[in-house]
């Protein structure tokens, strides 16, 4: 009678042991699982991986334009011409002296600065004078109140066409970048690096 007691005690321990043993396996499997969906599935939004897929084996990147790029030849862009670049956030100027490359970024926080024909005669229509272009030596007044530059549409901070900042909060010139000529005639332009607002390229 004791062999049989002992024998049902010793099913129900093996029942026991054995539900333990397969919920512990079916959690082990279940996590596993996710943890492998996690590291081969879609990657989150705006990013992607090696091949597209993202995930752990294939790092998430963010991928950005590189900082140089080529523009046009040089006979593309008349003297006196003002080229922006949005997708680059690049203005391109050619004056007498050569061709000279602005970082369109706002240096007040780093907004996207628009051209526009005329950026001072609501200034002086207010009465504000003293609006004077060190570089070119250009007045706006009330005989001239128009001159071409940029207006940034966050603060309002504007820039003449050559990029000096002279109303608005920007606490200085939006950046001249370098711009070389390539080997195959093109434009080189590497936002990466500041140049001297002096600079011009001849070409």
Partial sequence: MQDIKRLIEDSREMSRRSFFSIAGWGAFTVGSAIALWESLGPPPVGKTGVDGSGGFLNPNVLYEDPAAFKAGLPTEYALGSTTVLTDKRVVINRDPNGFYAISLICTHLGCTPRYFSDVTSDLVTQGISGIRDPDTR??????????????CPCHGSRYFRDAINFFGPAPRPMDRVSVEL??????????????????????
């Fill in 138 to 151: 250009q007045v706006a007044n009330k005989a001239n109140p128009i001159l071409p530059g940029f207006k």
């Fill in 182 to 203: 390539g080997r195959d005639g093109r434009l080189l332009i590497d936002r990466s690096v500041v140049v001297d607002r002096n600079f011009r390229l001849k070409a």
